[in-house]
């Protein structure tokens, strides 16, 4: 009886060592621990069910002050089952963060958190004075802590993938950062964030750049707001392995004096030095090939340069056109120029010609966008880079001569210039080649642009011609007709974009990219040859007038919308070849009354035959129903349409999943 007492007593100690321990655990666990820890977060704080039904996301419902606790779990009421809270809400816009400008002082994760993202805005313009992101965080979005002028110090989780340039902007006394040494993506040293590598130097507290600083060797990337507002720093130098410099870097430092662009750069990003309005003595080294929009906008320099003249730095490097509105007429840049920055001219609408010297080298992205008064343009033999919306929208530019030294062209250089009849390249020129105004690579297999005013009735693509860029032919509305051969690989994406005029197309082979001959309202009739194997997304959305199209036996996908809208297609017959139907592929062909689907297909997706008010006949050849990814894919068809499918097959559709919604309307195939 005393063995058994005792025996008794034993297991009730160890039951009470196991209870205190399950106590004790869940509040001093880290992040690393296994045990869930349920324990309750601030009362008042809202939630919401996200990833189907499967987590929480949390918001501020009515807590606006003190410290925060946000649980790892959470459930609505005792019978129900608690889930993972993994999101901390943010938006888009600063309403919409979480806390954003309450007056909250701190927040506490319960560890082992589950929260995967701080979302955009979340804890804006707070009171809080120091955060310790969870190991389990794996993304801090846009501004989710700007503003937040009494936070000094910052510690990160070892789970931290993804932390947005601005998501500790305007954070003025934060004196450090310090990184979990087990993440694998960033690190920290001497409280400056940078990536694990420490080639990328991310955020520099305001308070440690001081006076001047010197960029860390090994450092080769200057991120995007890496000093952002920091207003105490006068001089920044840095060694030759520095490559890039990123946008807003050096934003708002209003006493930054002096700057010297290391002899490694090679870009230097879009508004990377606004506002650093004392900055009037900046070197920048022959190595850079590019200059962001509006780089060194409202800084010294840019303050001292009058309006209605050129913004120049070190006699090369023209990087803006101070004045916009007032620049007009003919203007010709000074010679020994040899960069043109990113918009440097953007939306100079009075501006008629530009004369480039034989130094110039690189034209910048949109250097030249919406200049809609420019009437003549020649690029010297000197220009290598000709940069993405170079001359987009330049609406009154009839031609273009590209010279004999162009060795990239962007997208959409040239992009909606509706008088542009001619495109003319130098015979010398080693990359690009021109015939009948029409640009090519020098090989002739890609057409990379046709000028929209230049062509007008037939056009067959010339042999040899493998594919054709995007946008290529968009807005050519007087081209009538377009023949490919049986040599094409790719039709690229909105390449024959709104030609309004194009009646007929002939493809022999390709892809058809996205888009590619969307809202070509007149054209009538498609031939598809037997080597085209993909229709795109939108690839004929909005064709109203198409009639008919016969799809070969080569295609084995028809993308999303690929047919959406085209509300003159009366009957259309989708080969064995074909696995899959995409999203509303034929959503709103409002004539389409039969339709033929072939023995092959196995997925017709959401949509993809709705709003086809005339169907009454469909015939599906394939002994097993073909899956339906939403029981809406034949929905707001005709009131008499029926389903024809093989004999033996007929009580299987009946059956099968949602197929069973048709059941009435299935019967064998006549």
Same mark, same amino acid.
């Given at each position: 009886?005393?063995?058994?007492?005792?025996?008794?007593?034993?297991?009730?100690?160890?039951?009470?060592?196991?209870?205190?321990?399950?106590?004790?655990?869940?509040?001093?666990?880290?992040?690393?621990?296994?045990?869930?820890?349920?324990?309750?977060?601030?009362?008042?704080?809202?939630?919401?069910?996200?990833?189907?039904?499967?987590?929480?996301?949390?918001?501020?419902?009515?807590?606006?002050?003190? !410290?925060?606790?946000?649980?790892?779990?959470?459930?609505?009421?005792?019978?129900?089952?608690?889930?993972?809270?993994?999101?901390?809400?943010?938006?888009?816009?600063?309403?919409?963060?979480?806390?954003?400008?309450?007056?909250?002082?701190?927040?506490?994760?319960?560890?082992?958190?589950?929260?995967?993202?701080?979302?955009?805005?979340?804890?804006?313009?707070?009171?809080?004075?120091?955060?310790?992101?969870?190991?389990?965080?794996?993304?801090?979005?846009?501004?989710?802590?700007?503003?937040?002028?009494?936070?000094?110090?910052?510690?990160?989780?070892?789970?931290?993938?993804?932390?947005?340039?601005?998501?500790?902007?305007?954070?003025?006394? !934060?004196?450090?950062?310090?990184?979990?040494?087990?993440?694998?993506?960033?690190?920290?040293?001497?409280?400056?964030?940078?990536?694990?590598?420490?080639?990328?130097?991310?955020?520099?507290?305001?308070?440690?750049?001081?006076?001047?600083?010197?960029?860390?060797?090994?450092?080769?990337?200057?991120?995007?707001?890496?000093?952002?507002?920091?207003?105490?720093?006068?001089?920044?130098?840095?060694?030759?392995?520095?490559?890039?410099?990123?946008?807003?870097?050096?934003?708002?430092?209003?006493?930054?004096?002096?700057?010297?662009?290391?002899?490694?750069?090679?870009?230097?990003?879009?508004?990377?030095?606004?506002?650093?309005?004392?900055?009037?003595?900046?070197?920048?080294?022959?190595?850079?090939?590019?200059?962001?929009?509006?780089?060194?906008?409202?800084?010294?320099?840019?303050?001292?340069?009058?309006?209605?003249?050129?913004?120049?730095?070190?006699?090369?490097?023209?990087?803006?056109?101070?004045?916009?509105?007032?620049?007009?007429?003919?203007?010709?840049?000074?010679?020994?120029?040899?960069?043109?920055?990113?918009?440097?001219?953007?939306?100079?609408?009075?501006?008629?010609?530009?004369?480039?010297?034989?130094?110039?080298?690189?034209?910048?992205?949109?250097?030249?966008?919406?200049?809609?008064?420019?009437?003549?343009?020649?690029?010297?033999?000197?220009?290598?880079?000709?940069?993405?919306?170079?001359?987009?929208?330049?609406?009154?530019?009839?031609?273009?001569?590209?010279?004999?030294?162009?060795?990239?062209?962007?997208?959409?250089?040239?992009?909606?210039?509706?008088?542009?009849?001619?495109?003319?390249?130098?015979?010398?020129?080693?990359?690009?080649?021109?015939?009948? #105004?029409?640009?090519?690579?020098?090989?002739?297999?890609?057409?990379?642009?046709?000028?929209?005013?230049?062509?007008?009735?037939?056009?067959?693509?010339?042999?040899?011609?493998?594919?054709?860029?995007?946008?290529?032919?968009?807005?050519?509305?007087?081209?009538?007709?377009?023949?490919?051969?049986? #040599?094409?690989?790719?039709?690229?994406?909105?390449?024959?974009?709104?030609?309004?005029?194009?009646?007929?197309?002939?493809?022999?082979?390709?892809?058809?990219?996205?888009?590619?001959?969307?809202?070509?309202?007149?054209?009538?009739?498609?031939?598809?040859?037997?080597?085209?194997?993909?229709?795109?997304?939108?690839?004929?959305?909005?064709?109203?007038?198409?009639?008919?199209?016969?799809?070969?036996?080569?295609?084995?996908?028809?993308?999303?919308?690929?047919?959406?809208?085209?509300?003159?297609?009366?009957?259309?017959?989708?080969?064995?070849?074909?696995?899959?139907?995409?999203?509303?592929?034929?959503?709103?062909?409002?004539?389409?009354?039969?339709?033929?689907?072939?023995?092959?297909?196995?997925?017709?997706?959401?949509?993809?035959?709705?709003?086809?008010?005339?169907?009454?006949?469909?015939?599906?050849?394939?002994?097993?129903?073909?899956?339906?990814?939403?029981?809406?894919?034949?929905?707001?068809?005709?009131?008499?349409?029926?389903?024809?499918?093989?004999?033996?097959?007929?009580?299987?559709?009946?059956?099968?999943?949602?197929?069973?919604?048709?059941?009435?309307?299935?019967?064998?195939?006549?």
């Amino acid at each position: 009886m005393k063995n058994t007492i005792n025996l008794i007593e034993a297991i009730r100690r160890i039951a009470l060592i196991v209870l205190i321990t399950m106590a004790v655990i869940p509040a001093f666990a880290e992040d690393s621990s296994t045990t869930p820890n349920y324990g309750d977060g601030t009362p008042g704080l809202e939630y919401t069910l996200i990833d189907g039904g499967k987590a929480y996301c949390v918001d501020k419902g009515t807590v606006t002050s003190g !410290v925060v606790t946000i649980p790892a779990f959470y459930r609505p009421n005792a019978s129900s089952e608690y889930l993972p809270v993994t999101e901390v809400a943010g938006g888009i816009a600063p309403g919409n963060g979480a806390f954003n400008r309450t007056d909250i002082t701190g927040v506490t994760f319960l560890q082992p958190s589950n929260i995967t993202t701080i979302g955009g805005h979340a804890f804006l313009s707070t009171d809080i004075t120091s955060i310790t992101i969870p190991n389990s965080v794996t993304t801090i979005d846009k501004d989710a802590f700007s503003a937040c002028t009494k936070l000094t110090s910052v510690t990160l989780g070892s789970g931290v993938k993804t932390i947005h340039e601005r998501a500790f902007a305007g954070c003025t006394a !934060v004196t450090s950062f310090t990184v979990n040494a087990a993440n694998p993506n960033f690190a920290s040293q001497n409280g400056i964030l940078y990536n694990k590598a420490m080639t990328e130097l991310v955020k520099v507290p305001v308070p440690v750049a001081t006076g001047a600083f010197t960029i860390p060797s090994g450092v080769t990337v200057i991120g995007d707001s890496a000093f952002g507002s920091c207003y105490n720093l006068t001089s920044v130098s840095m060694g030759s392995g520095v490559k890039t410099i990123g946008d807003n870097a050096f934003v708002g430092c209003t006493r930054l004096t002096s700057i010297t662009i290391g002899s490694g750069v090679t870009s230097i990003g879009t508004t990377a030095f606004e506002g650093c309005r004392t900055l009037t003595n900046i070197v920048i080294s022959d190595s850079v090939t590019s200059i962001g929009g509006d780089a060194f906008y409202d800084t010294g320099i840019w303050r001292n340069t009058p309006d209605n003249s050129f913004i120049i730095i070190g006699g090369k490097w023209l990087v803006a056109a101070k004045g916009w509105r007032t620049i007009s007429g003919s203007r010709a840049i000074p010679a020994g120029v040899t960069l043109i920055a990113d918009s440097a001219f953007s939306s100079c609408n009075l501006l008629t010609s530009v004369t480039l010297p034989n130094t110039v080298k690189h034209i910048g992205s949109a250097a030249f966008l919406g200049c809609s008064a420019l009437t003549s343009m020649t690029i010297p033999n000197s220009v290598t880079s000709i940069g993405s919306y170079a001359f987009e929208r330049c609406s009154a530019l009839p031609s273009v001569t590209i010279g004999s030294g162009v060795e990239t062209i962007g997208e959409r250089a040239f992009y909606d210039c509706t008088a542009l009849t001619s495109i003319t390249v130098d015979a010398a020129n080693p990359n690009y080649a021109s015939q009948s #105004g029409v640009l090519y690579n020098k090989a002739m297999t890609q057409l990379i642009k046709a000028p929209i005013a230049g062509l007008s009735g037939a056009f067959t693509i010339p042999a040899g011609v493998t594919s054709i860029s995007e946008r290529a032919f968009d807005s050519c509305t007087k081209l009538t007709s377009i023949t490919i051969g049986s #040599g094409m690989k790719t039709i690229g994406e909105y390449a024959f974009f709104r030609c309004t005029g194009l009646t007929s197309v002939s493809i022999g082979s390709g892809i058809i990219g996205g888009d590619a001959f969307s809202a070509c309202t007149a054209l009538t009739s498609v031939t598809i040859g037997s080597g085209v194997e993909t229709i795109g997304n939108y690839a004929f959305s909005d064709c109203t007038a198409l009639t008919s199209v016969t799809i070969p036996n080569s295609v084995t996908s028809i993308g999303a919308s690929a047919f959406f809208g085209c509300t003159a297609l009366m009957s259309v017959t989708i080969p064995n070849s074909v696995t899959s139907i995409g999203r509303s592929a034929f959503q709103s062909c409002t004539a389409l009354a039969s339709v033929t689907i072939g023995s092959g297909v196995k997925t017709i997706d959401n949509q993809a035959f709705f709003r086809c008010t005339g169907l009454t006949s469909v015939t599906v050849r394939t002994a097993m129903p073909p899956m339906l990814n939403n029981s809406n894919a034949f929905n707001d068809n005709h009131a008499s349409r029926r389903f024809y499918v093989p004999a033996d097959s007929v009580n299987t559709y009946k059956r099968a999943s949602r197929w069973s919604a048709h059941a009435a309307a299935i019967q064998a195939i006549p």
